[in-house]
Structure formats: C-alpha cells, structure tokens
C-alpha cells in the first residue's frame, strides 16, 4: 500500500479480522514505520497481549496467567521494545475527526504518521446517519484522510452473519455490510472452512488451521484469486503463515 489508500478488509464474525490485522502489524515491525492502531471494541491492553503472543510465539492465556500469577509478563514488558513505533488507541466510539486528533498527538511522539490500522468500521461514531448511508460515508472519510495525512489505512469491516454464519463460504465486493467499497483502494477478505455447519469432530480438526485470504479490489483491478490464497492459521499462536 502506497500512502492516501485506504484498504478495507472483510470478514464474518468468528473468521479473525483482529488476528489477521495483528498479524499485519507484526509483518509490518521491521519497516518501523509511525503507525497508530484504532481498538475500537477491545481494550488496548487485550490488543497487546493478543499481539505479544503473536509477536513471540506464545499464547493469551499463557500471558493471562503470568499477569494473573506475578502481576507482569515478560513478554508485555518487551512488547514496547520491539514496536516502538506503534500506539494503540481504545476509546470506544471515535469519529474520524477524534482519530485526526490522537493521529496528530501521536505524531509528537512518532513522527509523522504513516500506517493506520482500525478495529472495526462499523463502530466509527457518524451521528445522525442511518446504517446505509453512514458506512460509506465513512468509507469516503478514512479515504480522504489517508490522502490528507499522506498515510495508508486499514480499516476491518464487518460482513452479516448470513446463513448459519457462513463463515466458510467465500465473499464477494459487496458483502461488506452497507457497502463502502466504492472508496476503497483496497479490498481483501477471508473464510474459514472449519467454520462450516454441521461439520463432524474430526473434520472441524482437520480443517482448523485452514484460512483463505480474497484478493477482491486492487488498483490493478479486482478477483485476482476468487477462491482465495491458501494460509496457515497456527490456532495456539494465532500466527498466519501462507502455505
């Protein structure tokens, strides 16, 4: 992504849109690039600990109960070391306007920013907009926000539940709920197998650690991989490897 685009990535519930978003910003540390992550439904000290176990190869509950047991974990006290430049924002229900603010903020500590990451669109605040008409709108303001502060921004986007959830099925440009793709450069998104119904015990195992990732808007055009790239999604790490 080049700075002034705007990705949008989808996913149903249960999929792991939070993992997949984590997994980016760990593949993103060594570029150390000024980056802001917007937690607009966890807690940032949940994020970072979903992101240390990612980061070293460990678990949250393995983290959880260091926390619990001695008051600290080694692995969150490094965490800062290795991302430096990275902040983490979780007050629930921000505008654009507010994500502007904490940008700039941030920006005294980091530099100018260049990387945007926000868990998830739909709870962006847009007052007195119905649904329909408030995720594009939106859509249109991260993307003239990425232009204005010359940054590129990932935003997560819900996709409906559909049919028994449905999260194993493939999704299409305009599965996002409400739209909002139109101001997107970027589109991606992602299913998972073992989430099919009525799947036997030893099929769901087997299936576990298969994940799809959907190329389905680039700047070079869209549908590049229909039927998804083939990733491995180690369950106990929460790490995304391609296969």
Known sequence: MA?????????????GKTVWMLNAVRRQKKAQLPTVLFSLEMTAAAMMQRLAAITFGTTTQAIETEMANTGSSPFMERLPYEYPHLMISDNPGMSTKEMKLDM???????????????????????????????????????????????CSIVCLHQVPRGERNAGDQPLSLISGRYGGEDAADYVLAAYRPALRHNISQAEYEHLLEEWFFQYLKTRSGGQIHPGGVHYRLDETTMILNGK
């Not at 700075?3 to 999929?15: D, I, K, N, S």
């Not at 998830?120 to 204005?148: C, F, H, N």
């Open 3 to 15: 700075p002034g685009e705007l990705m949008l990535f989808l996913a149903r519930p249960q999929v």
């Open 104 to 150: 700039d903020e941030s920006a005294e500590v980091l530099g100018p920013i260049r990387m945007v990451y926000i868990d998830y669109l739909e709870l962006i605040k847009k007052p007195a907009m119905d649904q329909g008409s408030k995720v594009p709108a939106i859509a249109q303001d991260l993307k003239i926000l990425s232009r204005t502060e010359n």
